[in-house]
């Protein structure tokens, strides 16, 4: 079963950092490009940030630019984020989701989502 | 970036209606444009990609039309499995990947 399981959220104070966990199954990981998308209890969908099946391209929401790093370990079939500097307006759920096209570097729709995993950033 | 506009925001069926949600590019985007279905507490699902292909495994009552700047989803035959929120996503050109407002289609 091609599957997505987040991992790593919580409580955070502002300023502190915390980092999420994507662990892939059920598809050649190495193969697609990875996105994080977030959503605000409430709100809609906003992109977080995307990173190449090679790491070669990564990208940011200009929202989280300098203070989040995606990263990941194909060895691993794992994604990653982690998050500094964070602040209330990081308060979300945050999905990883799995480009719809592999073997290429463009970016285009999600076609597999994990569950999510909600960060809170409060004092 | 490109700004992506739903409407309505939201809207009231019955089962049996159709229904057809608008998703307007701040530019033109050629196809690059999904659709997606969120349901409460759960992941988005993707319906439709490249404007008007129909994702494996969804329902064919689900189609998607248009190119450039504007671009419609149609339910043609409202189920109650359908009462949800819909989002579009321009993916044409990025950073940022940009997704519409959200359209909640609720039970009349």
């Known amino acids: 079963e091609v599957q997505l399981v987040e991992s790593g959220g919580g409580l955070v104070k502002p300023g502190g950092s915390l980092r999420l966990s994507c662990a892939a199954s059920g598809f050649t990981f190495d193969s697609f490009s990875m996105n994080w998308v977030r959503q605000a209890p409430g709100k809609g969908l906003e992109w977080v940030s995307s990173?190449?099946?090679?790491?070669?391209?990564?990208y940011y929401a200009d929202s989280v630019k300098g203070r989040f790093t995606i990263s990941r370990d194909n060895a691993k079939n794992s994604l990653y984020l982690q998050m500094n500097s964070l602040r209330a307006e990081d308060t979300a759920v945050y999905y990883c989701a799995r480009d719809f096209r592999g073997s290429t570097t463009l970016l285009g729709a999600f076609d597999i989502w994990g569950q999510g995993t909600m960060v809170t950033v409060s004092s | 970036a490109i700004r992506m506009t739903q409407s309505p925001s939201s809207l009231s069926a019955s089962t049996g209606d159709r229904v057809t949600i608008t998703c307007r590019a701040s530019q033109g985007i050629s196809s690059y444009l999904a659709w997606y279905q969120q349901k409460p507490g759960k992941a988005p699902k993707l319906l439709i990609y490249?404007?008007?292909a129909l994702q494996s495994g969804v329902p064919s009552r689900f189609s998607g039309s248009g190119s450039g700047t504007d671009f419609t989803l149609t339910i043609s035959c409202l189920q109650s499995e359908d009462f949800a929120t819909y989002y579009c996503?321009?993916?044409?050109?990025?950073?940022?990947?940009?997704f519409g407002g959200g359209t909640k289609v609720e039970i009349k």
């Open positions: 996503q321009q993916y044409y050109s990025y950073p940022p990947l940009t």
């Open positions: 990173i190449s099946s090679s790491s070669s391209y990564i």
């Open positions: 490249a404007a008007s």
